[in-house]
C-alpha cells in the first residue's frame, strides 16, 4: 500500500511503515476480541429471554423497566410500562454502550482496530482525509461525562442485583450462590472501571488550578488517578465480566448449569 | 565483543532520496547514534545528522529507527539481534533538509502561537507562594525535552500535511495544559485549545505518549485533562448554565 505519509518536501519513503515488529497484533486482537463482544451483545440485547433466572438477573436487562419483563425481574419498577414492545434491554443499553462508545480508552482501541486511524503508531492510515472529534459525529465523544454520571447510577443497580443474589429462589434472604459471586464480580469491576474514568478524575478534582485550596477534592483526584492509571486493564476486565455474567444468567435460565449453592 | 551490522540509512534531500545499506562494526554498549557516526567516520563523511548530548537530554538526535521514532542516542544496539537490518530515516512528518536532518520549524511556528504565561495584574515578583501539590502537575510537561517524536509520530500531521495550520500537535497542547492549570495564569486557554490549536482532532490514540522518551503521559494527564476543559467551557450545558447564573462567571473554570 502506498504511503499517505509522504507530502512535498519530505524524505521519499513508498513503505506504508518501516517497522519490522509485528505491530498489527494489537489492533487484531483488540478488533477481534471487541467484533465478539458486539456480536453476543447484540444477540443477547434483542433475544429478550432467558434473562432471568432467580434471584439473578442480566446486567444486559438491568434494570428491567418493561411489563413484560420476566416475572420477579423487575426490582425497581415497570417504569417503562406496556407501551415497549421490543427487548427491554434495548431501553436502558444506551447508557452503558455510550460510556463505553465515548470511553478515552475505547476511542483509542477502536479507533486503531476499526478505523486503522492509525492502526498502530507510525503506521501510515488509509484515510484521505482527517477531522477528528471535529465534527458531527464524532463531535459527541464530548458528551462522555454525561454517560459517566448514568454508569453511576446503573453501577448502583448492579451491586442492588448482586446484593439480590443472597437470596435463594423462594426469596428468602441469607443464601449465596456461584452466581453471587459473579454478580458481585461484574459489579466491582464495573465499579472500579467507572471510578478510574477521566471524566472522573476530571470531576473530581482535575478541573481545579488551585489543588491546595481544595484538600479533600485534591486527595479524591488522588486516589482516582491511580485508578485511571490502569482504566484500560479495569475496561477489560469489565467488559469481560459483564459478558460472563449474562452468559452464567442466560445457562441458568436455559436449564444448562446448575448455580452452585454455598449456603 | 564486536559484529557487524547491517544499516540502511535514508540519504538525500527534498529533491529526493533513498535507503543506502552500510555494514559496520558494532561493540557491546553502543547505541545506534554511535554506528551513525561510525559511518560517518569510515565510509560516508558527508552524512549529515543531527546530535549534541549523547545522553537523551537534547532533543537533537530524533529519528526513526526500524520505522519508531526514537532518539537515537537512547536506542541501544543490543535490542537488535546481530542478523536483524537497522534502518534508519529521518523524521517523516517534517521537511527533509539533508540524509537525517529535517526541519522542524513548524514546531517554533506552533510555539509561537501558544499564548504565554500571564500572571494577575500587579502580582510582583515574591508575592505568591505556591505550594508543591499546585505546580505538581506541570512539573511533569516541563520535563519535556522537545525532541518532537510526539509531533513526528502524531497520525493528525504525519498522514494528513493538509492538517498542519490547523494543528498544534501533542507537545502543544501538554504546553496548554502547563499554563491552563498553573494556578497563576490568567488567561482562558480553553476555547482556543479547540478553535485555535485544533485539540479536538486528536483522537486519543496514544501515540506521543509511547514515544516520549521523557516518558511524559500527554494524553493522559495534558490532552484529555485539556479535552476534560474544553468540554467544560463548550460542550457542558450544565456548566455553561452554572456561569449564565453567575456562581462563576469565567465561563466555568475552577480556581
Redesign the interface.
Known sequence: MSS??????????E?R?????RWWVSPAVTFGVLFLFVVYATWRAFEDRHYFAEPYLSPFYSPCLATSCAPGSSDFGAAAGDWWRLSPALLILVFPLGFRLTC?YY??AY??AFWL??PA?????P?R??????RFP??LQ????YFFYAALVFNVILTWDAILGFRNEDGEWGHMGLGTVVLLANAALLTVYTLSC??C??VVG????????HPVR?RLWTYVSRL??RHMLFAWLSLFSVAIADLYVRLLATDMFSDPRFF | MTYSAHFRIWRGSAAGGSLQDFDVDVSEGEVVLDIVHRIQATQAPDLAVRWNCKAGKCGSCSAEVNGRPRLMCMTRMSVFTEDEAVTVTPLRAFPVLRDLVTDVSFNYTKAREVPSFAPPEGLAPGEFRMQQVDVDRSQEFRKCIECFLCQNVCHVIRDHEDNKPAFAGPRFFARLAELEMHPLDTVDRRKRSQEQHGIGMCNITKCCSEVCPEGIKITDNAIIPMKERVADRKYDPVRWLGARIGRRGDGGAEV
Request: proline share 4%.
Open positions: 499517505v505519509t509522504s507530502a512535498p518536501g519530505r524524505a521519499e519513503v513503505a511503515t518501516l517497522r519490522s515488529d478515552y476511542r483509542k479507533y486503531r486511524s492509525p503508531c507510525a503506521v501510515a492510515e484515510h482525509r482527517y477531522s477528528g472529534e471535529t464524532l463531535v464530548n458528551a462522555h461525562r477521566h471524566s478524575r476530571h482535575g478541573r481545579l488550578k488551585h489543588f491546595s485550596r485534591y485511571n492509571a
